[in-house]
C-alpha cells in the first residue's frame, strides 16, 4: 500500500517570501502521479500542482514548482512571492493506476504581513 | 461551468440512524469517488464509481456503500452510524483515464 508522509504540521511565510513544504511517500510501483491540493476555509480541494512520475522536469505553475526526487521519493513545493491567499491547508497526494487518491495529514501554510 | 455539487452541505444525526450523501459531477466526467476527511486529518478514500458499478473499496466497513445513477450522479450511504462517523465527506469527479479531479465542497456530517 502507498503511504504519504508531510512531516510539516504548520509552516509559516511572511509576505513576498519563499516557502517550501515537504512530502514524501512511500510505493512499489513505477507509474504514478503526485498532486499537491490547497484546502482554504471553503474546505474545497484545489488541484495546486501536478506531477507524472515519467516526467523527470520539475512541474511549474506560476509562483508554484516543485522539487520531484524519483529514487528518494520526495516530492516538495515551492510558493515563491507568497500571497495572503495562499494561506490554507496544503496537501501531498499519491494517485495509483487505478485513480485512488492517498493523501498526507496536510500542513497549515499561514502567510503573515 | 458547473462543478462538483454536494448536498447537504452539513447534517447532524444520531448514533445508529443511517445518511445519505450526494453528489452531482463535474458535467462530462463519469467517474465519482468519495473521501472521508476526519478533523485536522488529510481525506481517506472510500471507494470509487464508474459506469454505476463500484471499481475500487478503501478500508472501510460495509456499512459505507454507494451507488451511481445513469446521469453519474452518486450517493454515500451510512448504516448504523458511529460517533467517529463523523467528518467531512469530499466527492471529486474525473473523466476515467484523465489525471485531474474535481472536488465538491463537502458535506459536514456531526454524529451525535
Known amino acids: 500500500a502507498q503511504t504519504v508522509t508531510q512531516s510539516q504540521p504548520e509552516m509559516s511565510v511572511q509576505e513576498a517570501e519563499t516557502v517550501t513544504l515537504s512530502c514524501t511517500y512511500d510505493t512499489s510501483e513505477s507509474d504514478y502521479y503526485l498532486f499537491w491540493y490547497k484546502q482554504p476555509p471553503s474546505r474545497q480541494m484545489i488541484l495546486v500542482i501536478r506531477?507524472?512520475?515519467?516526467?523527470?522536469q520539475n512541474a511549474t505553475e506560476n509562483r508554484f514548482s516543485v522539487n520531484f526526487q524519483k529514487a528518494a521519493k520526495s516530492f516538495s513545493l515551492k510558493i515563491s512571492d507568497s500571497q495572503l491567499g495562499d494561506a490554507a491547508m496544503y496537501f501531498c497526494a499519491y494517485r495509483s493506476a487505478y485513480g485512488k487518491l492517498t493523501f498526507g495529514t496536510g500542513t497549515r501554510l499561514q502567510v503573515t504581513l | 461551468d458547473a462543478g462538483v455539487t454536494q448536498s447537504p452541505t452539513h447534517l447532524i444525526k444520531t448514533r445508529g440512524q443511517q445518511v445519505t450523501l450526494r453528489c452531482s459531477p463535474k458535467?462530462?466526467?463519469?467517474?465519482v469517488s468519495w473521501y472521508q476527511q476526519a478533523l485536522g486529518q488529510g481525506p481517506q478514500f472510500i471507494f470509487q464509481y464508474y459506469e454505476e458499478e463500484e471499481r475500487q473499496r478503501g478500508n472501510f466497513p460495509d456499512r459505507f456503500s454507494g451507488h451511481q445513477f445513469p446521469n453519474y450522479s452518486s450517493e454515500l450511504n451510512v448504516n448504523a452510524l458511529l460517533l467517529g462517523d463523523s467528518a467531512l465527506y469530499l466527492c471529486a469527479s474525473s473523466v476515467t483515464g484523465a489525471r485531474g479531479y474535481t472536488f465538491g465542497s463537502g458535506t459536514r456530517l456531526t454524529v451525535v
Open positions: 458535467s462530462g466526467h463519469d467517474t
Open positions: 506531477q507524472e512520475a515519467y516526467k523527470q
